[in-house]
């Protein structure tokens, strides 16, 4: 364990760490998961996993924030944990707008995707083979 220069123990190192890992993680993985959600809502599915992440990227602010307040009272460097804010931070803000847009995407899919269906049990799809087979 580090100690500080008074010779205590300092704590919430090992909160700041895990709080900046997360943050990194969340913000760069968070393009992949809006596009495993979108092709889930585009297969019928629902964008949950987007939800998920958002929860993912405000743990990572809280770890942080929680590092950086035992750090600054032990007397430890909370270069980590400070990083591990910001980045989270803007993980946070990225994921909501992707849920957001996610929500909106579902939206659409759902009026059109209803309509669509509609009007794809009304064709006749043999007959519009045959007719394409006679014509060619």
Wanted: no cysteine; net charge negative.
């Amino acid at each position: 364990m580090s100690e500080n220069q008074n010779g205590t123990a300092v704590q919430g190192k090992g909160l700041g760490v895990t709080g900046f890992v997360l943050a990194l993680v969340t913000l760069v993985l968070a393009s992949w998961m809006a596009v495993m959600a979108a092709a889930s809502i585009a297969l019928g599915g629902s964008g949950w996993i987007m939800y998920l992440w958002l929860v993912l990227a405000i743990a990572s602010v809280v770890l942080s924030v929680m590092g950086m307040v035992k750090l600054g009272k032990t007397g430890g460097k909370k270069g980590l944990a400070i990083a591990g804010m910001v980045i989270g931070i803007v993980s946070t803000v990225y994921s909501i707008i992707l849920v957001l847009g996610l929500n909106a995407a579902a939206a659409i899919s759902d009026q059109y995707g209803e309509e669509l269906r509609k009007e794809l049990n009304n064709i006749d799809w043999e007959q519009e083979l045959n007719d394409e087979l006679n014509n060619n």
